[in-house]
């Protein structure tokens, strides 16, 4: 009896170790190094980022490690998609509601790292994020269907 549990558990372990997961303070999180492709609609989650110092972005914007105000169309994207830096200082049209909005990718939303002062204390992305300022939002309007984003 105690040898089964102990072989499930071992089995337990190897399905985890064979993930990537980021443990931290006792809960898992996936770690993305991908992101689905981009087509429209890419079904992204639309979020909510504060790029200004002390926002919940964390530390300053990857590309430029500048820190902007919520008036800026900016986006930070999930590391797929950022794909090391190659997003960055590019615009995106994110379509939503029938409106189109262009920003511009000014951060990485960190799909393999989180909960640390770099992160803003927020946990590791998902992979198809898009975290964007309240400017963005604004003609975007909330909740929204029909979504996506495109290389602009
Ligand atoms: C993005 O633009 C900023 C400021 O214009 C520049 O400092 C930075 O090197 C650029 N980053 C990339 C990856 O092109």
Redesign the pocket.
């Given at each position: 009896m105690a040898k089964n549990v102990f072989l499930f558990s071992v089995l337990l372990l190897a399905v985890v170790l064979s993930r990537d997961f980021l443990e931290i303070e006792g809960e898992l999180y996936t770690i993305y190094t991908r992101s689905p492709p981009v087509s429209s609609p890419t079904n992204e989650l639309l979020t909510l980022n504060i790029f200004h110092e002390g926002g919940d972005g964390g530390g300053p914007s990857e590309?430029?490690?500048?820190y902007r105000s919520d008036d800026n169309l900016v986006v930070a994207l999930s590391t797929g998609w950022f794909n090391h830096?190659?997003r960055?200082?590019k615009s995106i049209t994110i379509s939503a509601n029938g409106h189109n909005v262009v920003a511009m990718v000014?951060d990485e939303c960190d799909s393999t790292m989180g909960c640390d002062s770099d992160h803003g204390y927020r946990p590791p992305c998902r992979n198809n994020i898009v975290d964007a300022s309240r400017a963005v939002w604004e003609p975007l309007g909330v909740p929204g269907n029909n979504r996506g984003w495109s290389d602009a």
């Open positions: 590309c430029d490690n500048e830096e190659s960055c200082n000014v």
